[in-house]
């Protein structure tokens, strides 16, 4: 592809070579000659000069002493993230059911479908036009998926779970297993009976080995454009809205509420019944006290979760331990020679 061509896809200007060929894409540092980058950040631009890319997505405001043959577009990232999807498409669609699939004869599967080896597709399940379901996939009874979805091999549907459109599920992911609700009864527990049901909206996007389990009673809702790493385990109920990213290893009890385009860490443990409001930022590794409230746009760290400034300002006092044991000791070493006199 030309540069030119490249930046007019992209609805953004360009300078230098527009005729030039774009073969690929790759990293700053080791693009070569007919290979496109890009410059996100500060540091990138101090490197800028010295990659032998062929072609750089620039910011607007890029200088360009050079004259380096550059696309300049307002989100450089974003308009990177396009093009490598414009030279590594996915997969073309190969409509069609493997032999060995099992497809139950109450399940409604709709044209352009592809189903691979040993899928299995339970009764009353409806499967939209363009999906792709891979090798040993099991759908449950009455399972909805929409228009364009992707399940890659290996996923587990229960039943009663309804996905929209152009969902993606990594291999491993786990939807609609029974919460872990269990009552006493005298010396021991009884299963509380989870009957509820899972819905994910539309552009959701599932990694590997996540699960989410149905709610007890109602449902458990992944919302609209909402993305979730590799093993991220949402218990019963919760409730997690649009356009909001987890990173990998978190855990949701049950009952959670997590409010539009909210920005959750690896490795956060949040307890029952929390609220997490809209835009709020959770650090890595940080712990979310039951029921607790973290208010709308908050940056929070650290275990109790605490707002950022309070939480670096206890690491710097942790780090003076030290001195002020150091100090302490003295001070005591004085008064004791002091009273001995």
């Not at 399940?107 to 189903?115: D, G, N, Q, T």
């Not at 990694?207 to 919302?223: E, K, Q």
């Not at 940056?299 to 206890?314: C, F, I, M, N, S």
């Amino acid at each position: 592809m030309r540069v030119r061509e490249l930046a007019e896809w992209l609805a953004a200007t360009f300078e230098g070579d527009g005729e030039k060929e774009l073969t690929g894409v790759a990293p700053l540092e080791t693009a070569g000659s007919t290979e496109l980058a890009f410059v996100g950040n500060r540091k990138a631009a101090q490197q800028a000069q010295a990659s032998a890319a062929g072609c750089l997505i620039v910011p607007l405001d890029f200088p360009n002493p050079g004259g380096r043959t550059v696309i300049r577009v307002a989100e450089p990232r974003t308009a990177f993230a396009r093009a490598v999807a414009r030279f590594h498409p996915p997969p073309p669609l190969t409509p069609g059911i493997h032999p060995t699939a099992v497809i139950d004869p109450g399940a409604e599967v709709a044209a352009e479908v592809e189903i691979g080896p040993h899928a299995v597709i339970g009764e009353g399940s409806r499967i939209g036009p363009r999906c792709r379901i891979g090798a040993g996939c099991l759908i449950g009874k009455r399972v909805t998926i929409g228009e364009g979805s992707v399940l890659h091999a290996g996923v587990i549907v229960y039943d009663d779970v309804d996905i929209g459109r152009n969902v993606i599920l990594h291999s491993g992911c786990v939807i609609g297993a029974d919460g872990f609700g269990f009552v006493m009864a005298g010396d021991h527990y009884e299963k509380f009976p989870q009957i509820g049901r899972v819905v994910i909206e539309d552009d959701v996007e599932i990694g590997a080995n996540s699960c989410v389990d149905r709610a007890a009673l109602g449902v458990t809702w992944i919302g609209q454009g909402t993305k979730l790493d590799n093993l991220v385990h949402v218990a019963h109920n919760c409730r997690i809205g649009r356009h909001v990213v987890v990173a990998a290893q978190t855990g949701f009890s049950g009952g959670v509420v997590v409010e539009d385009y909210a920005v959750i860490g690896g490795q956060v443990g949040i307890g029952d019944k929390a609220r997490i409001e809209s835009r709020a930022v959770l650090g890595s590794g940080c712990g979310v006290l039951s029921s607790k409230i973290i208010r709308r746009g908050q940056v929070v760290w650290g275990t109790p979760a605490r707002p950022l400034k309070e939480y670096l300002e206890q690491l710097a006092n942790l780090s003076r331990l030290g001195e002020l044991k150091r100090q302490v000791s003295e001070l005591m070493e004085r008064v004791a020679r002091l009273e001995s006199r």
